[in-house]
């Protein structure tokens, strides 16, 4: 960066960090999800900020130009405790893992993997379990988008299938915008088994289908417990998270297009959830 700065942290190491929620470490030894790595401004400021789960250390780029939000990170990190490190152009080129990491990058602990059971048990909320429930969305742009989406529209849990889909990869992390750090995410090894347990707990799902019989905004919900349901790119709704769906519905259009873009339908279908509850 182009002015010296005083990294007081450097030597340090992370023994607490700024935020409402304590670092988890009763999940120490229960499953995780990746997330270890962190890039870009945005994302790196609020994995700080949340506080969830441990910063080991802070990197950036030794050619930044002065900017509010590097000094908010700097005073952060230093807050908690975190190593900074400043380091060269082509060292930090090679440690990053997306095209735009804004100079900024820090290592982490993992993200704790949540049970379902702990998405449904609204102990810790104000209000009843508004779920996102992805699909098979397998880009990770997209899932970065649809969690950062999610994270605004004040949706309490997300769940993810274990296998063919996007992993939460350092894309997804910097897509997500430092979402990531606010929501809990479980996994799921069957996409409709985890349906079937979220209807056996009363919870409403409404999946997103473009052959929905119901138009979005005819959507008839009061504060009920519910869980959107999201399908991948491309197919949409699988046949049987389609058949465990409470109500299908979809999103009227107005141009000659006949589809949205994925997180963009998400984001939609969140805040019009959002806005009757």
């Known amino acids: 960066m182009n002015k010296k700065r005083n990294y007081k ?3 340090r190491g992370n023994k607490g960090q700024r935020g409402t929620t304590p670092v988890r470490n009763h999940r120490s030894q229960q499953k995780v999800l ?12 609020e994995l700080l900020i949340a506080g969830t789960r441990k910063t080991r250390e802070v990197f950036l780029a030794g050619d930044l130009d002065d900017a509010p939000i590097l000094d908010d990170i700097i005073d952060l990190a230093d807050e908690a405790k ?5 380091i060269s152009r082509g060292r930090f080129e090679s440690m990053a ?6 100079g900024v990058v820090a290592l982490a602990a993992p993200l704790p993997n949540y049970e379902i059971e702990e998405l449904i048990d609204s102990k810790e909320s104000d209000s009843k379990p508004f779920l996102l429930v992805v699909d098979g969305v397998t880009d990770p742009g997209n899932l970065g988008a649809i969690l950062r989406s999610a994270e605004c529209a004040g949706i309490t849990g997300v769940i993810l299938p274990r296998h063919r889909s996007a992993r939460v990869t350092p894309a997804v992390t910097k897509t997500a915008a430092g979402a990531i750090e606010h929501l809990r995410i479980a996994t799921a090894s069957g996409i409709p088994a985890a349906l079937g ?3 056996e707990s009363g919870i409403w799902l409404v999946g997103l289908d473009a052959g929905g019989s119901t138009p979005l905004y005819d959507l008839k919900i009061a504060d009920q417990p519910i869980a959107l349901v999201l399908g991948s790119e491309g197919r949409g709704l ?3 998270a389609r058949e465990r769906c409470d ?5 009227p259009l107005q141009g000659v297009l006949s589809s949205l873009n994925v997180s963009t339908a998400a984001a939609i279908a969140a805040f019009e959830v959002s806005r009757h509850r």
């Open 238 to 240: 699988s046949r049987l």
């Open 247 to 251: 109500e299908l519905v979809h999103i």
């Open 34 to 45: 990746s997330g270890d790595q962190v890039e870009g401004r945005q994302a790196v400021r």
């Open 82 to 86: 975190v190593p900074i490190k400043e």
């Open 197 to 199: 347990r979220l209807r």
């Open 97 to 102: 893992k997306t095209e735009s990491p804004q």
């Open 9 to 11: 942290g450097n030597s």
